[in-house]
C-alpha cells in the first residue's frame, strides 16, 4: 500500500551534488563560480528594508524583468522570472509535456530533466549523443517532442553546439524547443536571438553561474509573448521573493563586472584544461566553467576518492558513458594549482 501516485513510487528524485559543511573544502563539484558576486549586490541586499520583508513581492519580479530587457533588448512580456532556472525548468515542463504529450532531449545531460519529467508522468524520448557530442539534429526531429530540451553548452560534458545547428533545429521542430543556457556565460555565443525572431524557443538563463548567485536562486526565461503568457498560467504565485528579485536585478545590471569574472574563468578553464591533459587527463572541449576529464589509471572513481581524502571535491558520475570522467568546476588560480599538485602526486607512478 502506497499513499503516492504510481509514477511518484516508481521514480527516483533528483541527487544534487555535495554540499560539504567544512568552509576548508577545495569545492569544484557542483558548478559554482569561484568569484565573489558584484559588490552592488551586497549593497542591494543591505538596503533592504523591514516593510519589503513584511509585504508580499511582486508576484512577476517586473524589477528585474525591466533590467533583463534592456540587456536584452526586449520588452519584460519577453521575460518570466523563476526561483533559479529549475524552477523555469519546471514551469515548462508541466506546460508543455505530460502522458500524451512527449518531452525530447539529447543524452548524457542534465538529470533534473527526467526527473521533472516523471513527476509529470511524461512521455520521455531520450536521443543519445554521438561520441563527439554533437547536435543529433535528425533523431531530435524525429523524436517528435511536444517540447525538446538542449542544454547549451551541455552538463556533464561542458561541450557546445553553434547557434546556426540550433537555429535548424528550431526551424524544423514542431514544438517548443527550451535552450538551457545555464553556462553560456562562458561561451563563444549564444542563442538569445532565436527566442526574439522565433515563436517556438525559450531561452533560459541562471543568474547562479555567471553572476556568482547559485545562493540566491534566481533564473529566467525569454522567449515570445504568448510563450511567456502561457508559462505564466503554472507558476507559483510568488515564485521569486523581494530580496532575490532585489539581488539579482543588481548584479544583472552590473554588466562590467560580470564580463570581468567571466573572463577570468575563461582563462582559468583553458589553462585548467591544458595541465590536466598534460597529466593524462584529457578534457573534452568546454565552453562552461567545468571540464569532463577522462582517467584510465588510477580509474576516475579511485581519483575521485583520493581527491576528497585531500579535501578537494570533484563530481563523479557513475552512470554509462561518463563513469570513467570526473567533472571539475573551474576554481580560483589557487584552488585549481591545488588540484594540478594533487593530481600530478596522484597521476606519478
Ligand atoms: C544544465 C543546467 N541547467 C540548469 C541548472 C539550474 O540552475 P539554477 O541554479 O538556476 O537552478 C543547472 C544547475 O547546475 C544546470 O547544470
Redesign the pocket.
Known amino acids: 500500500m502506497t499513499y503516492f501516485r504510481n509514477n511518484i513510487e516508481r521514480m527516483e528524485g533528483y541527487t544534487p551534488g555535495e554540499q560539504p559543511e567544512d568552509p576548508a573544502i577545495i569545492k569544484l563539484n557542483?558548478?559554482e563560480n569561484p568569484y565573489s558576486p558584484s559588490p552592488k549586490v551586497m549593497e542591494m541586499v543591505a538596503s533592504i528594508t523591514p516593510d519589503q520583508l513584511r509585504r508580499y513581492p511582486d508576484p512577476l519580479g517586473n524589477q528585474f524583468r525591466d533590467a533583463a530587457a534592456k540587456v536584452f533588448d526586449v520588452t519584460r512580456d519577453h521575460i518570466i522570472c523563476?526561483n533559479?532556472?529549475?524552477?523555469i525548468?519546471n514551469m515548462s515542463v508541466r506546460a508543455f509535456s505530460g502522458p500524451d504529450a512527449a518531452l525530447v532531449y539529447p543524452k548524457p545531460?542534465?538529470t533534473?530533466y527526467a526527473v521533472l519529467a516523471n513527476i509529470q508522468a511524461s512521455v520521455v524520448r531520450e536521443v543519445p549523443f554521438p561520441p563527439d557530442y554533437s547536435l543529433p539534429l535528425g533523431e531530435l526531429v524525429a523524436a517528435r517532442g511536444r517540447v525538446t530540451y538542449l542544454?547549451n553548452p551541455?552538463?556533464p560534458t561542458g561541450t557546445f553546439v553553434p547557434y546556426r545547428q540550433v537555429a535548424e533545429l528550431a526551424d524544423k521542430l514542431a514544438g517548443v524547443l527550451c535552450v538551457?543556457e545555464?553556462?553560456v556565460d562562458f561561451a563563444r555565443e549564444h542563442c538569445m536571438e532565436l527566442a526574439k525572431i522565433r515563436p517556438n524557443v525559450l531561452v533560459?538563463r541562471?543568474?547562479?553561474?555567471g553572476y556568482s548567485l547559485?545562493g540566491l536562486?534566481?533564473?529566467f526565461a525569454v522567449g515570445h509573448p504568448d510563450l511567456i503568457e502561457g508559462l505564466m498560467k503554472v507558476k507559483d504565485s510568488y515564485n521569486v521573493d523581494a530580496i532575490g528579485t532585489a539581488a539579482a536585478t543588481a548584479a544583472l545590471v552590473d554588466q562590467d563586472y560580470y564580463e570581468q569574472t567571466r573572463k577570468k574563468v575563461i582563462a582559468e578553464r583553458d589553462r585548467l584544461a591544458a595541465a590536466l591533459e598534460k597529466l593524462g587527463l584529457p578534457c573534452l572541449p568546454s565552453e562552461s566553467n567545468f571540464l569532463l576529464a577522462r582517467a584510465k589509471k588510477p580509474s576516475a572513481a579511485q581519483l575521485y576518492e583520493s581527491l576528497k581524502d585531500r579535501r578537494i571535491l570533484v563530481r563523479y558520475f557513475d552512470s554509462p558513458g561518463v563513469s570513467d570522467t570526473l567533472r571539475i568546476t573551474v576554481g580560483t588560480h589557487e584552488q585549481n594549482n591545488a588540484l594540478i599538485n594533487a593530481l600530478t602526486e596522484l597521476t606519478s607512478g
Do not use: E, H, I
Request: hydrophobic content about 35%.
Open positions: 557542483t558548478n523563476g533559479g532556472m529549475d524552477d525548468l545531460t542534465y533534473l542544454a551541455n552538463s538551457d545555464a553556462y533560459m541562471t543568474m547562479s553561474k547559485a536562486r534566481f533564473g
